[in-house]
């Protein structure tokens, strides 16, 4: 095996350790786990450097975790459209990260011919140039199928100055955020109908109910809600909006600006 391949193997299990301490340090705020995720690679990947037998084992067990943390923070800053990968994708990208940083480092790194090295690494710079770029992309045209396999209507709304900023299909729902450049958030949720009416979606996971209260024919409030979000039948699709920064007159505007798009439109929201 190459002394390439044998490097982003290494890297690749690397990559899976940090998936493993991701959600406790990003999701959670864990410090301890975000500290182990900065400094644990390093000794990890002199352990592994050693059993692959990479030659300067030494140098690679510092660049390989330095290169895949660059690449980590390239893709966490990088203002992309989100989406939840799931278990396996999420592994799968952390391990594809983590193989594309080894590669990289043992390219530049390690004695190799200069041609092998120059491919390497322009191939990795152009991966990485795509994935940044077309992330985005491709996440909404994905999930914009999904919605569309599934039946969900995929219905957006017209709201200037905001972003599509995290798009996921799951349970039979479509989840949208916008951000504004301020950080301000607007998260709408479409469901086809099913037999559950705007009404009954409003209310969904109160004990009372009259926890919502209609504001205009066919809109329902939540009063029990800390954010202020409205929920109304629209077409064929039941549609919840909510914020944390507008008023329910600038929610009202949101539902009035509602229309359906094709999935593939998702990708220029």
Not at 83 to 96: H, I, K, V, Y
Request: charged share 15%; proline share 4%.
């Amino acid at each position: 095996m190459s002394v390439l391949l044998r490097a982003a193997l290494v890297g690749a299990v690397i990559g899976l350790a940090e998936d493993a301490l991701s959600d406790l340090a990003l999701q959670q705020e864990d410090l301890l786990a975000a500290l182990v995720m900065v400094v644990g690679p390093f000794p990890v990947s002199m352990l592994l450097s050693l059993w692959a037998k990479l030659p300067r084992w030494w140098l690679m067990s510092v660049m390989g975790p330095v290169a895949v943390g660059l690449l980590l923070l390239l893709v966490l800053v990088s203002p992309a459209v989100s989406t939840n990968l799931g278990e396996w994708g999420s592994r799968l990208a952390f391990m594809g990260v983590g193989a594309l940083g080894f590669a990289l480092a043992a390219a530049a790194m390690l004695p190799v011919r200069l041609r092998t090295r120059v491919v390497v690494v322009a191939v990795v710079g152009v991966l990485g140039l795509a994935g940044v770029l077309g992330r985005g992309w491709v996440v909404a045209l994905g999930q914009g199928a999904a919605a569309a396999r599934a039946g969900i209507p995929v219905v957006v709304p017209e709201v200037p100055g905001y972003r599509l900023a995290y798009v996921n299909v799951s349970g039979g729902e479509l989840s949208l955020r916008y951000e504004s450049a301020r950080g301000e958030a607007l998260e709408v949720d479409v469901r086809a109908m099913g037999g559950v009416g705007a009404r009954e979606r409003c209310v969904e996971g109160h004990v009372r109910l009259d926890a919502c209260r209609e504001v205009v024919p066919g809109v329902w409030v939540d009063d029990e809600d800390v954010d202020v979000g409205l929920a109304a039948e629209w077409g064929g699709a039941s549609v919840r909006v909510r914020s944390s920064v507008t008023t329910q007159t600038d929610l009202l505007q949101v539902l009035g600006s509602l229309r359906a798009v094709g999935w593939w439109e998702l990708a220029w929201q």
